[in-house]
């Protein structure tokens, strides 16, 4: 990743208002699209910020820690990230006939928001759904001792509105997850949706229920999705 291209960055500027980036007296403001250039690099790459090029498409370490952090608290990123699902959307580039969710733990030995001590150890658990083809759509963090299963619904109802053209066509979207997300409180909830909920049972001492119809497993896409953001 070398920089937004042009046209790339003609998509995303109206996202970001002058409020945003403009500074007081001093150094001249940083330029929005060098700031984001430098965030994309960072999420992309998996590199430390220390490690972030030096160049004039890029911004410098400090104005692009503080701006993600901004950007995160005003909204920014997020009417950013609902502007490419748009893109990709149209493009049809995103399955939403299927959907998987799961969930990994990030240790948080020196505390902050939303740690909290769990069965794996002290931090926190980041709850991800991907699409049929493991493209990462809605993602949301919660203390190490939470449950998994109370996500579902909220990460769920952030894509209704993609969901509706599908639903309306006359499909049913699949959801799947691993056992650790097995309730039937869940399965209602999602069916209530109008999403076919695949979660397999766990084993309770009886033979594991068999089913009349077989559906492939693609779990496997939301697991190289969390692999890609660690």
């Not at 920089?3 to 001249?28: C, F, M, N, S, Y």
């Not at 909220?154 to 006359?170: A, C, E």
């Not at 049972?201 to 492939?216: A, C, F, N, S």
């Amino acid at each position: 990743f070398t920089g937004l291209t042009d046209v790339q960055w003609e998509l995303l500027e109206r996202l970001i208002e002058v409020k945003h980036h403009a500074r007081g007296k001093g150094h001249p403001p940083a330029h929005p699209r060098c700031i984001l250039n430098s965030i994309c690099w960072i999420l992309i790459t998996g590199a430390r910020w220390c490690d972030l090029p030096k160049g004039p498409q890029w911004g410098s370490r400090s104005a692009s820690h503080r701006y993600l952090g901004e950007w995160l608290g005003t909204g920014v990123l997020e009417k950013i990230l609902i502007a490419l699902q748009e893109i990709a959307n149209v493009a049809k580039m995103i399955d939403f006939n299927r959907l998987a969710a799961d969930g990994f733990f990030s240790a948080g030995k020196g505390g902050g928001k939303d740690v909290e001590y769990g069965y794996k150890g002290k931090g926190v658990t980041t709850h991800l759904l991907s699409d049929g083809e493991g493209n990462p759509l809605t993602i949301a963090a919660t203390g190490a001792a939470g449950d998994e299963r109370v996500q579902v619904k909220p990460l769920l109802k952030k894509i209704r509105q993609w969901l509706k053209p599908v639903i309306g066509g006359g499909k049913t979207p699949i959801f799947e997850a691993d056992k650790g997300y097995d309730a039937i409180e869940l399965r209602i909830a999602v069916l209530q949706m109008k999403i076919f909920p695949m979660i397999p049972y766990r084993r309770r001492g009886t033979r594991e229920k068999q089913g009349i119809i077989y559906l492939e497993k693609q779990r496997w896409k939301v697991e190289r999705a969390i692999a890609w953001l660690q």
